[in-house]
């Protein structure tokens, strides 16, 4: 179809799709549109992986992301009852700038970015590294020490969202 | 070794002062310097007894990978400038006695640390130590005049610092810069004096002017050199006395005693460039300030100007780069640091007794209390360097050396024998001669530790003005190893 | 006996230390007696060596080294002193008239309370006196040079309660200063051109100086010279040192120390000798101030300015003298000078004394009867300096003159101007002190009397000195051997062949003699037959006679061009330069430093997105300086 | 290494101690904990150097030890600063979430793939974030948490992507690999390589808040509590810079004419911005905020110097100790200042503190002598090593710059002193402080002073 | 090329991404918002991540998109706490309000 082929078909559409719904977000006034459009664009990521054969990933991204985050976002939002067009916005004159760097930093950025031309492809070869087979092999292999570290990560960000969460007991203190 | 005692001595004492309390405090002070006098003197008879003695040297390893070395010893200059330095200090502390401060353990304290410091830049032969030491120095005698001085010391003595932290930031700089380029033969740098002499030389003329500015400028706020001087009057006149003596009377010969060791032998190039441009700012000093300190009503701030007028002369002297301007240099170092010291007690005196140092305002003093007008007389002789008195050999040599630079340059540089008589004549007139302008004012006899001092004093202006040859001979000494550094 | 010229300066230096320390605790009597001893007892020293000198007339000068002095280098300056024949005419001088002003001052000083002091100030002049003349080198010269304008600044300030006193006495100190860097400079000059500055070494190597070195060197040693003897521009401190205790002008101010600048060029005579610019202008410059100095001698009213001009005149004679290559007649005039001139000025002081401390002349007169021995002593000094022959005066001034003429007549003229002027003012004097009736206050009058022994006798041995001195150096021409050229041949290196004939001689002395003649008589005329008195007001002087009268009003304008000048340079450089240019400069730095800070803190807002902005600006830049 | 594990072991013990009720031991507990860390990590000296561990994840080399070293040796002195904040609520979070951004902080000492890198630069801050906002009834506190967590984020998108394009470029997340890459393709590195390193390089100036990256510091530093500020100004710090350091010393130092010109540029920035704005400063905590983005830049221009071996390493790893030392006795002093004027520092509740205080006073003007730079303080050597690293490069104009805005360092650090000293207190009575906070302040003064008697220990480190 | 599509449009397409995600931190005062504008950026990152992946072939990227989501997690749960507790305090997740704090 028009010289092109499928992949290159559902690159395309899936990339303007992805942009624009990523515009969405930015630009969308309902806070819950937002997260919408958002999970949106995670779902065409979330092609683009497939696209790239990177299966397991577009999984587990659709589960991370659109499954936990982005509910996590929208129960936050819908408990603080934001869910309005009750944002108050930004001044036209940031937001015109806001958009100006945007692209200024785009323009920036695809003069920084030249060069991939060069990049020597190691072509072909099999497409099975998106396995989750392959991958877990290198994930408890070589990838051993950041994924058991991980952990504290997560450990840490368990105990700090609890001890915020956690309602005050005592009346405010002073001092430090 | 003995050289390590004399740093480390008052290092001791200053801790131990800090220890005692009230009259304790000055007492302990005076002795431990007196102490500490004793052996300068040791080391000074040492020195005529074997130079190379090794009781003068010291050489002990600090930051072995840095090429820093604590190392100290006595060459003639330094063992001048110790001397100097441990003589005063008793003086200055004797000249305290009458003064009742809050806190005496700590001044006292402070003061020590101070001459630790002061012993330490003029010992120094290793550069990186140097700089240490002349950043120490600087720490204590900030403390003294920001707790026990004037009105205003809170932004005085802070600008003090600043001025003098940037000049002597500066001054690490280009000594940093020469030590980069030290062991280019054998890979190994070292801030040794010697290696930091031959990397000097080893510079081309560019590289030299960068080092030559940069620890001039350091030099030339210690001093002070025109126009680098204006925190000099006001921190003056605000430090209390003997933070004033410690001053004037020791800490400025850092600079000066810092550009002959320091700085000559590093940048002969730059010196040949700039030398110029730089006596023609000492000599410009030399009669800006005694332009200036004509007009002063307050004395403190007379002499203080007139410090700006004599060191503008030593710095022209020194500069002059000839054995007769170095070696005067070094002579009029000693004579100033010791009439400086008589005249701020001077000052002092005339503030206790009689509550103001307004020169227009006192007067007729010598009808009151004629042993002090002699004693006064004798030490501003010393100042405007009459023959005899100290102060003269010192001007003589140096306006010699001055004139073997330039014949016009040392005519205005000798102006300093016309103004300075002026000045001096004028506020010595005003404050002791003549009928007694407020009669609210009574000058009774001096106190018995003031008259002390202040008869030492004489004594050395006399003393050392007829007969300079013992230490005369140390500077000759010492200038020639300069000189034969220069070439 | 020559070794012990160390002595010469130890005795008065010791009278002053025993003074200086004990003065207070000593009686009066005792206190005079030690230091007129210490003066008499170099006295005695002094001549002993003089006689040594004279016997053994083959090795002239001798260097005594004291000790090692200053070393620097190649400079190496021994505390030394020189015994020739210069330097010991002139310890004659010193310690001789110095005796006789010290016996007289144990009188004069009587009543005074600091009279000890006054012993102490007099001791330390003598000795800083005596090194300036036995010094051989010329670092020792200028100690002494610098001491004893020192005392001199202590004793014209001697009264120190009177703030005019104490002003003429800075104003000495300075003046003098003004001339001594001029020699301090001289001296470096000849250290750096001839690597050394004691004299023989010096004088044998000057030939290898060249000219306009020569020159320099003279010239600047001039400076000093026109500074210490009080040569114009440098001469107004001198009629303002009349402050001091009468003797003290006598000593300092016309007998010694104001002559240290003819010893200073004598001494240093090869120099002048070589440079024909230097000479001429102290040639020129001695009898500009001799004439200018005899003018304002001739309306001046008080007793010791009138003295004080007449020895700015003398002094300015003598560097006539200097200028024309008569250095031994210069050294001759100071001494026949020293004579006359203390005698007059000590005289001077009887009268004051007498008087109860009046100096104006127009309070004076008819002092003849009360003061007969006063009266006669300053008569033979008046007649001295008026010279008149066979007194001492004549014979000196003659000599100078006569070389003046040999060199250029239009100075001698103007020289004999001055001598004839001097005579004029001379006898002014004297006719108003002396003769006519009485014009002070009867209580003067009835305190008038005649001074003690201690006072007359000085008075009387300088008058026979003042008589008899002029036989120290009578005329070649008359068939004499003149004793004083010929005592300092040795040291006088280049002389200049007389060429004089004896007719043009005879003529000049005998124009000398008749204009002095003619000017007493004129003076007789109008001061004794006419009665003439000097305004009493002086406002009412007129013209040229006011402009003299004030004279030339040289302080007013000294003040105008330096004093005030410096001054306003002075205040310029403090309030605005100092104050407001750099200090303003510096804590400009420091408040632009805190001004600015308040303006950079502004950029913190406070505001996430700010920081934000600038963190992606920050972005934007650093790919835009690399990749664009 | 084993540091690492007994750090980690401690924060889940103390998220246990919550459960099994011994909170009371936790304390001493922690502090035996990181002694014995810091023994272990001697015993690692110059053993393990060059030996990949987990794949070469992560490598305690020596260099990885120095600054483990400095990490430990300062949050013993810190948890001693601490001992206060830590006796109230939620004591057994706080020492958790300390404790893990400690293995945070250890892990950027001695990372050597990116993946480390990125994991460890989360595991500090996201506890970071949470201590920081701590106070959860103080609003200074909560916007603090707040601002930290956004820029924090958003830094860590540009970390991201720098990584992703240079992985693109590269192929590997392996510093190593990346290092023989570089040397290996030379001249003919694809754009977008550059574009990767400079977006890491920017997100680690923000780590280390150098200017114009900086806004976030001195706000987060001033809304957080005291004690979490110190942590902020020390720990963090040191281990930004060690991560700073391994990345463009060691992996990027091939095309550092990529970065210099831009890093000599930001520090320009730093130190003229940080000064100045200091200089106006009222409250002290702010100004040593500021301070700390000079000092920031200080450690900078040493990184920058990259052409002397092991010279700028040892620089950087003196400067923190000096630094971290120096800020620990600075903060103690800050905290009883402010706690006795109910949390205000601002200058005037140091007023004539040398009378109510001596100790404080005396170890407050030590600390800020070696901020300012003063021998014989360690912040003397400090800044001496950074010159002489920097002098006769193609930097000498930086240098200048360093000193005359140290000049005007000098004037905020002393306006400390002259109010201390020099100004009348509003309260004469004496402030108590803890006998272990008054031995703490006693051992960062003598330390900051030995270190700059003694600096061999820590210059010759590395041999 | 991979699978027909040149790397610089993967590449360009996650610049575009990214860039929208800085665009909506700059440009909205919804804290909410800005954090998912964060996330954004992320998986634009993400997405870059796996392409080079493929690209070289190479599983490591993908797992490092692993580390990212964890993270991600992780940063959202405390984010959200300290925002939820900002809300509590403050009333309002409003970004430019959180500004007491300055100069």
């Given at each position: 179809?028009?010289?092109?082929?499928?992949?290159?078909?559902?690159?395309?559409?899936?990339?303007?799709?992805?942009?624009?719904?990523?515009?969405?977000?930015?630009?969308?006034?309902?806070?819950?549109?937002?997260?919408?459009?958002?999970?949106?664009?995670?779902?065409?990521?979330?092609?683009?992986?497939?696209?790239?054969?990177?299966?397991?990933?577009?999984?587990?991204?659709?589960?991370?992301?659109?499954?936990?985050?982005?509910?996590?976002?929208?129960?936050?939002?819908?408990?603080?009852?934001?869910?309005?067009?009750?944002?108050?916005?930004?001044?036209?004159?940031?937001?015109?700038?806001?958009?100006?760097?945007?692209?200024?930093?785009?323009?920036?950025?695809?003069?920084?970015?030249?060069?991939?031309?060069?990049?020597?492809?190691?072509?072909?070869?099999?497409?099975?590294?998106?396995?989750?087979?392959?991958?877990?092999?290198?994930?408890?292999?070589?990838?051993?020490?950041?994924?058991?570290?991980?952990?504290?990560?997560?450990?840490?960000?368990?105990?700090?969202?609890?001890?915020?969460?956690?309602?005050?007991?005592?009346?405010?203190?002073?001092?430090? | 070794?003995?050289?390590?005692?004399?740093?480390?001595?008052?290092?001791?004492?200053?801790?131990?002062?800090?220890?005692?309390?009230?009259?304790?405090?000055?007492?302990?002070?005076?002795?431990?310097?007196?102490?500490?006098?004793?052996?300068?003197?040791?080391?000074?008879?040492?020195?005529?007894?074997?130079?190379?003695?090794?009781?003068?040297?010291?050489?002990?390893?600090?930051?072995?990978?840095?090429?820093?070395?604590?190392?100290?010893?006595?060459?003639?200059?330094?063992?001048?400038?110790?001397?100097?330095?441990?003589?005063?200090?008793?003086?200055?502390?004797?000249?305290?006695?009458?003064?009742?401060?809050?806190?005496?353990?700590?001044?006292?304290?402070?003061?020590?640390?101070?001459?630790?410091?002061?012993?330490?830049?003029?010992?120094?032969?290793?550069?990186?130590?140097?700089?240490?030491?002349?950043?120490?120095?600087?720490?204590?005698?900030?403390?003294?005049?920001?707790?026990?001085?004037?009105?205003?010391?809170?932004?005085?003595?802070?600008?003090?610092?600043?001025?003098?932290?940037?000049?002597?930031?500066?001054?690490?700089?280009?000594?940093?810069?020469?030590?980069?380029?030290?062991?280019?033969?054998?890979?190994?740098?070292?801030?040794?004096?010697?290696?930091?002499?031959?990397?000097?030389?080893?510079?081309?003329?560019?590289?030299?002017?960068?080092?030559?500015?940069?620890?001039?400028?350091?030099?030339?706020?210690?001093?002070?050199?025109?126009?680098?001087?204006?925190?000099?009057?006001?921190?003056?006149?605000?430090?209390?006395?003997?933070?004033?003596?410690?001053?004037?009377?020791?800490?400025?010969?850092?600079?000066?005693?810092?550009?002959?060791?320091?700085?000559?032998?590093?940048?002969?190039?730059?010196?040949?460039?700039?030398?110029?441009?730089?006596?023609?700012?000492?000599?410009?000093?030399?009669?800006?300030?005694s332009c200036i300190a004509i007009v002063q009503k307050d004395y403190k701030r007379l002499i203080a100007y007139s410090s700006i007028a004599h060191v503008g002369l030593i710095a022209a002297g020194i500069l002059s780069c000839t054995q007769q301007g170095i070696q005067g240099g070094v002579m009029q170092m000693l004579a100033h640091g010791i009439n400086v010291v008589g005249l701020f007690l001077i000052a002092d005196i005339l503030l206790r007794h009689t509550g103001t140092r307004d020169i227009d305002k006192l007067g007729g003093i010598r009808s009151m209390n004629g042993n002090f007008a002699v004693l006064f007389l004798i030490i501003m002789l010393g100042s405007v360097a009459l023959p005899l008195t100290n102060g003269f050999v010192g001007e003589f040599l140096l306006i010699n050396g001055v004139y073997q630079y330039s014949a016009t340059v040392a005519a205005f540089a000798g102006l300093t024998v016309i103004l300075g008589a002026v000045y001096m004549l004028r506020s010595y007139q005003n404050i002791m001669l003549g009928e007694r302008k407020d009669s609210a004012i009574a000058f009774g006899s001096l106190d018995g530790t003031d008259k002390l001092v202040l008869y030492i004093v004489c004594f050395a202006v006399i003393a050392f003005g007829v007969y300079p040859k013992p230490l005369n001979d140390l500077a000759e000494e010492g200038t020639k190893i300069i000189m034969q550094n220069l070439k | 006996m020559i070794k012990l010229v160390a002595l010469i300066p130890l005795f008065p230096l010791l009278g002053f230390l025993i003074n200086g320390f004990f003065g207070k605790k000593i009686s009066k009597g005792l206190s005079g007696t030690i230091a007129s001893l210490a003066v008499l007892a170099s006295f005695v020293v002094s001549l002993l060596i003089f006689m040594d000198l004279e016997e053994h007339h083959e090795m002239t000068s001798h260097a005594v080294n004291l000790f090692a002095w200053i070393n620097s280098g190649s400079l190496n300056i021994p505390f030394e002193f020189l015994v020739d024949p210069l330097s010991s005419w002139f310890l004659l001088i010193i310690t001789g008239i110095g005796f006789l002003i010290h016996i007289y001052s144990i009188g004069y000083m009587h009543d005074d309370e600091g009279f000890s002091r006054f012993f102490t100030y007099l001791n330390l002049f003598v000795f800083f006196m005596l090194l300036l003349?036995?010094?051989?080198?010329?670092?020792?010269?200028?100690?002494?040079?610098?001491?004893?304008?020192?005392?001199?600044?202590?004793?014209?300030?001697?009264?120190?309660?009177?703030?005019?006193?104490?002003?003429?006495?800075?104003?000495?100190?300075?003046?003098?200063?003004?001339?001594?860097?001029?020699?301090?400079?001289?001296?470096?000059?000849?250290?750096?051109?001839?690597?050394?500055?004691?004299?023989?070494?010096?004088?044998?190597?000057?030939?290898?100086?060249?000219?306009?070195?020569?020159?320099?060197?003279?010239?600047?040693?001039?400076?000093?010279?026109?500074?210490?003897?009080?040569?114009?521009?440098?001469?107004?401190?001198?009629?303002?040192?009349?402050?001091?205790?009468?003797?003290?002008?006598?000593?300092?101010?016309?007998?010694?120390?104001?002559?240290?600048?003819?010893?200073?060029?004598?001494?240093?005579?090869?120099?002048?000798?070589?440079?024909?610019?230097?000479?001429?202008?102290?040639?020129?410059?001695?009898?500009?101030?001799?004439?200018?100095?005899?003018?304002?001698?001739?309306?001046?009213?008080?007793?010791?300015?009138?003295?004080?001009?007449?020895?700015?005149?003398?002094?300015?004679?003598?560097?006539?003298?200097?200028?024309?290559?008569?250095?031994?007649?210069?050294?001759?005039?100071?001494?026949?000078?020293?004579?006359?001139?203390?005698?007059?000025?000590?005289?001077?002081?009887?009268?004051?004394?007498?008087?109860?401390?009046?100096?104006?002349?127009?309070?004076?007169?008819?002092?003849?009867?009360?003061?007969?021995?006063?009266?006669?002593?300053?008569?033979?000094?008046?007649?001295?300096?008026?010279?008149?022959?066979?007194?001492?005066?004549?014979?000196?001034?003659?000599?100078?003159?006569?070389?003046?003429?040999?060199?250029?007549?239009?100075?001698?003229?103007?020289?004999?101007?001055?001598?004839?002027?001097?005579?004029?003012?001379?006898?002014?004097?004297?006719?108003?002190?002396?003769?006519?009736?009485?014009?002070?206050?009867?209580?003067?009058?009835?305190?008038?009397?005649?001074?003690?022994?201690?006072?007359?006798?000085?008075?009387?041995?300088?008058?026979?000195?003042?008589?008899?001195?002029?036989?120290?150096?009578?005329?070649?021409?008359?068939?004499?051997?003149?004793?004083?050229?010929?005592?300092?041949?040795?040291?006088?290196?280049?002389?200049?062949?007389?060429?004089?004939?004896?007719?043009?001689?005879?003529?000049?002395?005998?124009?000398?003699?008749?204009?002095?003649?003619?000017?007493?008589?004129?003076?007789?005329?109008?001061?004794?037959?006419?009665?003439?008195?000097?305004?009493?007001?002086?406002?009412?002087?007129?013209?040229?006679?006011?402009?003299?009268?004030?004279?030339?009003?040289?302080?007013?304008?000294?003040?105008?061009?330096?004093?005030?000048?410096?001054?306003?340079?002075?205040?310029?450089?403090?309030?605005?330069?100092?104050?407001?240019?750099?200090?303003?400069?510096?804590?400009?730095?420091?408040?632009?430093?805190?001004?600015?800070?308040?303006?950079?803190?502004?950029?913190?807002?406070?505001?996430?997105?700010?920081?934000?902005?600038?963190?992606?600006?920050?972005?934007?830049?650093?790919?835009?300086?690399?990749?664009? | 290494?084993?540091?690492?594990?007994?750090?980690?072991?401690?924060?889940?013990?103390?998220?246990?101690?919550?459960?099994?009720?011994?909170?009371?031991?936790?304390?001493?507990?922690?502090?035996?904990?990181?002694?014995?860390?810091?023994?272990?990590?001697?015993?690692?000296?110059?053993?393990?150097?060059?030996?990949?561990?987990?794949?070469?994840?992560?490598?305690?080399?020596?260099?990885?030890?120095?600054?483990?070293?400095?990490?430990?040796?300062?949050?013993?002195?810190?948890?001693?600063?601490?001992?206060?904040?830590?006796?109230?609520?939620?004591?057994?979070?706080?020492?958790?979430?300390?404790?893990?951004?400690?293995?945070?902080?250890?892990?950027?000492?001695?990372?050597?793939?990116?993946?480390?890198?990125?994991?460890?630069?989360?595991?500090?801050?996201?506890?970071?974030?949470?201590?920081?906002?701590?106070?959860?009834?103080?609003?200074?506190?909560?916007?603090?948490?707040?601002?930290?967590?956004?820029?924090?984020?958003?830094?860590?998108?540009?970390?991201?992507?720098?990584?992703?394009?240079?992985?693109?470029?590269?192929?590997?997340?392996?510093?190593?690999?990346?290092?023989?890459?570089?040397?290996?393709?030379?001249?003919?590195?694809?754009?977008?390589?550059?574009?990767?390193?400079?977006?890491?390089?920017?997100?680690?100036?923000?780590?280390?808040?150098?200017?114009?990256?900086?806004?976030?510091?001195?706000?987060?530093?001033?809304?957080?509590?005291?004690?979490?500020?110190?942590?902020?100004?020390?720990?963090?710090?040191?281990?930004?810079?060690?991560?700073?350091?391994?990345?463009?010393?060691?992996?990027?130092?091939?095309?550092?004419?990529?970065?210099?010109?831009?890093?000599?540029?930001?520090?320009?920035?730093?130190?003229?911005?940080?000064?100045?704005?200091?200089?106006?400063?009222?409250?002290?905590?702010?100004?040593?905020?500021?301070?700390?983005?000079?000092?920031?830049?200080?450690?900078?221009?040493?990184?920058?110097?990259?052409?002397?071996?092991?010279?700028?390493?040892?620089?950087?790893?003196?400067?923190?100790?000096?630094?971290?030392?120096?800020?620990?006795?600075?903060?103690?002093?800050?905290?009883?200042?402010?706690?006795?004027?109910?949390?205000?520092?601002?200058?005037?509740?140091?007023?004539?503190?040398?009378?109510?205080?001596?100790?404080?006073?005396?170890?407050?003007?030590?600390?800020?002598?070696?901020?300012?730079?003063?021998?014989?303080?360690?912040?003397?050597?400090?800044?001496?090593?950074?010159?002489?690293?920097?002098?006769?490069?193609?930097?000498?104009?930086?240098?200048?710059?360093?000193?005359?805005?140290?000049?005007?360092?000098?004037?905020?650090?002393?306006?400390?002193?002259?109010?201390?000293?020099?100004?009348?207190?509003?309260?004469?009575?004496?402030?108590?402080?803890?006998?272990?906070?008054?031995?703490?302040?006693?051992?960062?003064?003598?330390?900051?002073?030995?270190?700059?008697?003694?600096?061999?220990?820590?210059?010759?480190?590395?041999? | 090329?991979?699978?027909?599509?040149?790397?610089?449009?993967?590449?360009?397409?996650?610049?575009?991404?990214?860039?929208?995600?800085?665009?909506?931190?700059?440009?909205?005062?919804?804290?909410?918002?800005?954090?998912?504008?964060?996330?954004?950026?992320?998986?634009?990152?993400?997405?870059?991540?796996?392409?080079?992946?493929?690209?070289?072939?190479?599983?490591?990227?993908?797992?490092?998109?692993?580390?990212?989501?964890?993270?991600?997690?992780?940063?959202?749960?405390?984010?959200?706490?300290?925002?939820?507790?900002?809300?509590?305090?403050?009333?309002?997740?409003?970004?430019?309000?959180?500004?007491?704090?300055?100069?």
């Amino acid at each position: 179809m028009l010289g092109y082929t499928i992949t290159q078909w559902l690159f395309g559409v899936l990339s303007l799709m992805a942009i624009m719904f990523a515009l969405m977000v930015v630009f969308t006034r309902n806070p819950v549109n937002s997260v919408l459009y958002l999970v949106l664009t995670f779902f065409c990521i979330a092609g683009h992986y497939l696209l790239l054969n990177a299966q397991f990933l577009a999984v587990v991204h659709i589960v991370v992301y659109a499954g936990a985050i982005m509910v996590l976002f929208l129960f936050i939002i819908m408990l603080m009852n934001l869910n309005a067009d009750t944002e108050p916005r930004k001044h036209i004159v940031t937001r015109v700038i806001a958009g100006c760097i945007g692209g200024v930093l785009l323009f920036v950025m695809v003069g920084a970015l030249k060069g991939a031309e060069q990049l020597q492809l190691v072509q072909g070869g099999s497409s099975q590294i998106g396995l989750v087979k392959n991958l877990g092999k290198v994930l408890f292999t070589e990838f051993l020490f950041p994924f058991e570290i991980a952990s504290i990560l997560l450990l840490s960000a368990l105990v700090g969202a609890i001890m915020i969460g956690k309602r005050e007991k005592t009346v405010e203190e002073i001092g430090n | 070794m003995l050289v390590g005692l004399l740093i480390i001595v008052p290092l001791i004492a200053g801790l131990l002062v800090f220890g005692t309390k009230g009259k304790a405090s000055h007492q302990f002070a005076l002795g431990f310097s007196i102490v500490e006098f004793a052996l300068s003197l040791a080391a000074f008879f040492q020195y005529h007894h074997n130079p190379a003695s090794s009781e003068l040297i010291l050489n002990c390893t600090w930051v072995e990978s840095l090429g820093i070395h604590f190392a100290v010893g006595l060459d003639a200059l330094s063992v001048l400038m110790v001397l100097l330095t441990t003589f005063l200090v008793p003086l200055i502390i004797l000249s305290s006695f009458k003064n009742e401060y809050e806190k005496p353990n700590a001044f006292y304290g402070l003061i020590l640390i101070m001459q630790m410091a002061l012993v330490g830049v003029f010992a120094a032969n290793d550069g990186f130590l140097f700089y240490v030491f002349w950043e120490l120095a600087l720490i204590p005698i900030y403390f003294i005049c920001l707790l026990w001085g004037g009105e205003n010391r809170g932004a005085i003595t802070f600008k003090f610092f600043v001025y003098t932290l940037l000049g002597s930031l500066f001054m690490l700089v280009g000594l940093i810069y020469v030590y980069s380029h030290t062991g280019v033969d054998t890979g190994i740098k070292s801030w040794a004096l010697t290696d930091l002499y031959a990397a000097g030389k080893s510079l081309d003329i560019n590289q030299q002017s960068f080092v030559f500015w940069c620890i001039f400028l350091a030099f030339g706020i210690k001093m002070p050199i025109f126009p680098l001087h204006t925190w000099q009057p006001d921190t003056y006149v605000n430090a209390p006395t003997q933070g004033t003596m410690l001053l004037s009377g020791i800490m400025l010969k850092m600079g000066t005693f810092g550009l002959i060791k320091w700085l000559l032998p590093l940048t002969p190039l730059a010196l040949e460039k700039w030398g110029g441009l730089a006596i023609g700012l000492s000599v410009f000093g030399i009669i800006y300030a005694s332009c200036i300190a004509i007009v002063q009503k307050d004395y403190k701030r007379l002499i203080a100007y007139s410090s700006i007028a004599h060191v503008g002369l030593i710095a022209a002297g020194i500069l002059s780069c000839t054995q007769q301007g170095i070696q005067g240099g070094v002579m009029q170092m000693l004579a100033h640091g010791i009439n400086v010291v008589g005249l701020f007690l001077i000052a002092d005196i005339l503030l206790r007794h009689t509550g103001t140092r307004d020169i227009d305002k006192l007067g007729g003093i010598r009808s009151m209390n004629g042993n002090f007008a002699v004693l006064f007389l004798i030490i501003m002789l010393g100042s405007v360097a009459l023959p005899l008195t100290n102060g003269f050999v010192g001007e003589f040599l140096l306006i010699n050396g001055v004139y073997q630079y330039s014949a016009t340059v040392a005519a205005f540089a000798g102006l300093t024998v016309i103004l300075g008589a002026v000045y001096m004549l004028r506020s010595y007139q005003n404050i002791m001669l003549g009928e007694r302008k407020d009669s609210a004012i009574a000058f009774g006899s001096l106190d018995g530790t003031d008259k002390l001092v202040l008869y030492i004093v004489c004594f050395a202006v006399i003393a050392f003005g007829v007969y300079p040859k013992p230490l005369n001979d140390l500077a000759e000494e010492g200038t020639k190893i300069i000189m034969q550094n220069l070439k | 006996m020559i070794k012990l010229v160390a002595l010469i300066p130890l005795f008065p230096l010791l009278g002053f230390l025993i003074n200086g320390f004990f003065g207070k605790k000593i009686s009066k009597g005792l206190s005079g007696t030690i230091a007129s001893l210490a003066v008499l007892a170099s006295f005695v020293v002094s001549l002993l060596i003089f006689m040594d000198l004279e016997e053994h007339h083959e090795m002239t000068s001798h260097a005594v080294n004291l000790f090692a002095w200053i070393n620097s280098g190649s400079l190496n300056i021994p505390f030394e002193f020189l015994v020739d024949p210069l330097s010991s005419w002139f310890l004659l001088i010193i310690t001789g008239i110095g005796f006789l002003i010290h016996i007289y001052s144990i009188g004069y000083m009587h009543d005074d309370e600091g009279f000890s002091r006054f012993f102490t100030y007099l001791n330390l002049f003598v000795f800083f006196m005596l090194l300036l003349v036995l010094g051989n080198n010329y670092l020792i010269m200028f100690v002494g040079w610098e001491g004893v304008g020192l005392c001199s600044y202590l004793l014209i300030g001697f009264w120190y309660k009177n703030t005019a006193y104490n002003n003429a006495a800075k104003k000495a100190f300075i003046m003098n200063r003004i001339g001594d860097l001029g020699f301090l400079l001289g001296i470096i000059l000849i250290f750096v051109t001839f690597g050394s500055i004691t004299y023989s070494e010096v004088f044998s190597l000057a030939g290898s100086g060249s000219n306009s070195v020569i020159t320099a060197i003279a010239l600047l040693l001039f400076i000093g010279a026109m500074g210490k003897s009080a040569q114009l521009p440098l001469y107004t401190w001198l009629p303002d040192a009349m402050a001091g205790p009468t003797p003290v002008s006598a000593l300092i101010h016309a007998a010694t120390m104001v002559t240290a600048g003819i010893y200073m060029i004598v001494r240093s005579n090869v120099f002048y000798s070589m440079s024909d610019v230097a000479s001429e202008v102290v040639a020129i410059v001695g009898v500009t101030t001799a004439l200018f100095a005899a003018t304002i001698g001739l309306f001046q009213n008080d007793i010791k300015k009138v003295l004080a001009y007449s020895t700015v005149s003398q002094l300015g004679l003598m560097f006539l003298g200097l200028g024309v290559g008569a250095y031994s007649s210069s050294v001759f005039h100071v001494t026949t000078h020293a004579f006359f001139k203390a005698l007059l000025f000590l005289g001077a002081g009887s009268v004051i004394h007498a008087m109860g401390g009046e100096q104006d002349m127009r309070k004076m007169g008819g002092l003849k009867k009360a003061l007969p021995i006063t009266f006669m002593t300053m008569l033979i000094g008046t007649i001295a300096i008026s010279g008149i022959p066979p007194f001492s005066g004549f014979f000196s001034k003659d000599e100078i003159l006569a070389h003046t003429f040999e060199h250029s007549p239009v100075l001698w003229f103007f020289g004999m101007v001055a001598s004839i002027l001097t005579a004029f003012y001379m006898f002014r004097l004297l006719y108003l002190t002396f003769y006519r009736n009485f014009r002070g206050t009867h209580e003067q009058e009835h305190h008038l009397h005649e001074s003690p022994k201690s006072m007359t006798i000085p008075l009387i041995v300088l008058a026979v000195l003042s008589i008899l001195g002029g036989f120290l150096g009578l005329p070649e021409f008359w068939g004499f051997t003149n004793w004083m050229h010929h005592h300092l041949d040795s040291i006088i290196l280049h002389k200049n062949p007389s060429v004089l004939n004896h007719t043009t001689e005879w003529m000049l002395m005998g124009i000398a003699v008749i204009a002095a003649s003619i000017t007493i008589v004129v003076a007789y005329m109008v001061y004794i037959k006419k009665q003439t008195l000097p305004e009493a007001k002086d406002e009412k002087l007129t013209g040229l006679k006011k402009v003299i009268y004030n004279k030339y009003y040289v302080d007013e304008i000294y003040n105008l061009i330096i004093t005030k000048p410096l001054n306003a340079m002075s205040d310029l450089f403090y309030k605005f330069f100092d104050k407001q240019v750099i200090d303003g400069f510096v804590n400009g730095v420091g408040s632009a430093v805190v001004g600015m800070s308040s303006i950079v803190r502004k950029a913190q807002t406070g505001h996430i997105g700010v920081y934000i902005f600038s963190m992606v600006l920050g972005i934007i830049l650093i790919l835009f300086y690399s990749f664009i | 290494m084993k540091g690492l594990f007994i750090l980690s072991g401690l924060g889940i013990l103390a998220m246990l101690a919550e459960i099994f009720k011994f909170k009371k031991v936790l304390y001493p507990l922690v502090l035996i904990g990181i002694i014995v860390a810091y023994a272990l990590g001697f015993t690692e000296w110059n053993a393990n150097f060059n030996i990949p561990m987990f794949s070469n994840m992560i490598r305690f080399d020596n260099v990885a030890l120095a600054f483990s070293g400095v990490i430990l040796a300062t949050s013993f002195f810190w948890f001693i600063l601490a001992n206060d904040y830590f006796e109230k609520d939620h004591i057994t979070d706080h020492f958790a979430l300390v404790l893990f951004a400690l293995v945070g902080a250890l892990m950027l000492t001695a990372f050597s793939n990116m993946t480390t890198l990125f994991l460890g630069i989360e595991i500090l801050s996201i506890p970071m974030y949470v201590l920081a906002a701590s106070r959860k009834r103080d609003l200074a506190s909560n916007e603090a948490g707040f601002k930290y967590l956004i820029m924090g984020s958003f830094a860590s998108g540009f970390l991201l992507f720098g990584i992703a394009l240079i992985y693109g470029a590269t192929g590997s997340f392996d510093l190593m690999a990346i290092r023989a890459y570089i040397s290996h393709n030379g001249s003919e590195l694809p754009a977008f390589f550059y574009a990767g390193v400079l977006l890491v390089l920017v997100a680690m100036l923000f780590k280390v808040s150098a200017a114009p990256f900086h806004f976030w510091a001195p706000d987060v530093y001033e809304g957080s509590p005291t004690v979490i500020t110190a942590l902020m100004s020390t720990i963090v710090k040191t281990a930004a810079f060690a991560a700073f350091m391994r990345l463009f010393l060691v992996t990027f130092g091939g095309v550092n004419e990529t970065w210099g010109m831009i890093l000599s540029v930001v520090i320009a920035l730093s130190l003229v911005v940080s000064n100045i704005t200091a200089a106006a400063q009222q409250s002290v905590k702010r100004m040593l905020a500021y301070s700390s983005i000079s000092h920031a830049a200080f450690m900078l221009m040493a990184i920058l110097a990259n052409n002397r071996g092991m010279a700028s390493v040892s620089a950087i790893l003196y400067y923190s100790l000096a630094y971290s030392i120096g800020s620990i006795a600075a903060f103690t002093v800050v905290y009883h200042v402010s706690k006795e004027e109910n949390g205000s520092s601002n200058l005037e509740a140091f007023n004539g503190l040398a009378k109510r205080h001596p100790l404080m006073a005396v170890c407050m003007t030590v600390a800020m002598l070696s901020l300012a730079g003063i021998p014989v303080t360690s912040g003397f050597f400090a800044k001496y090593f950074v010159f002489s690293l920097l002098i006769g490069t193609s930097f000498n104009w930086l240098i200048i710059l360093a000193i005359l805005t140290s000049a005007v360092g000098v004037y905020y650090y002393f306006k400390v002193i002259i109010a201390m000293y020099f100004k009348a207190p509003a309260k004469h009575d004496g402030i108590t402080i803890d006998s272990s906070h008054a031995v703490l302040l006693l051992l960062t003064t003598l330390i900051t002073i030995a270190l700059g008697l003694v600096p061999n220990f820590v210059i010759e480190i590395f041999g | 090329m991979l699978n027909g599509i040149p790397i610089n449009y993967y590449i360009m397409l996650c610049a575009v991404l990214f860039i929208i995600g800085v665009v909506g931190v700059m440009a909205r005062r919804n804290a909410i918002i800005v954090f998912m504008c964060i996330e954004l950026m992320l998986n634009a990152v993400n997405l870059l991540l796996v392409a080079f992946s493929t690209l070289h072939q190479d599983a490591s990227g993908q797992v490092f998109v692993f580390f990212i989501m964890a993270v991600a997690a992780a940063e959202v749960a405390v984010g959200l706490a300290i925002l939820s507790m900002v809300y509590r305090n403050f009333k309002s997740i409003d970004i430019d309000l959180l500004s007491r704090i300055k100069n």
